[in-house]
């Protein structure tokens, strides 16, 4: 059992607010929608802190495959040209989304 005994009484004051900026690590299930959405969507998307796993990147491939325009701008940003719901082509190939529930639902 852990105890404190303070030697004077203990006070609480009120301070600032706080202040910084944190960045949270992507989510693998978020990072599949953003691309799928992306290349449903007629025209561009920006996506912020997609997870670059391998299951993630190969829904990417996937995308492309289906005719939307999917790049990598940085670390963990991409843009996707989407074609719209009716602008998707058929692959050329199998699609592999990997180990993927989300993408291949």
Do not use: C, Q
């Amino acid at each position: 059992m852990l105890t404190y005994s303070a030697k004077a009484p203990l006070a609480a004051r009120r301070s600032g607010p706080l202040l910084g900026r944190v960045r949270v690590p992507g989510d693998k299930s978020i990072s599949h929608r953003a691309l799928i959405f992306g290349a449903l969507a007629v025209g561009e998307t920006l996506i912020s802190g997609l997870l670059e796993g391998d299951d993630v990147l190969r829904t990417g491939a996937a995308m492309r495959a289906l005719g939307a325009k999917v790049e990598r701008t940085g670390e963990g940003l991409w843009r996707v040209h989407g074609v719209g719901v009716g602008g998707l082509r058929t692959p050329a190939d199998v699609l592999d989304f990997g180990n993927s529930g989300t993408a291949a639902g």
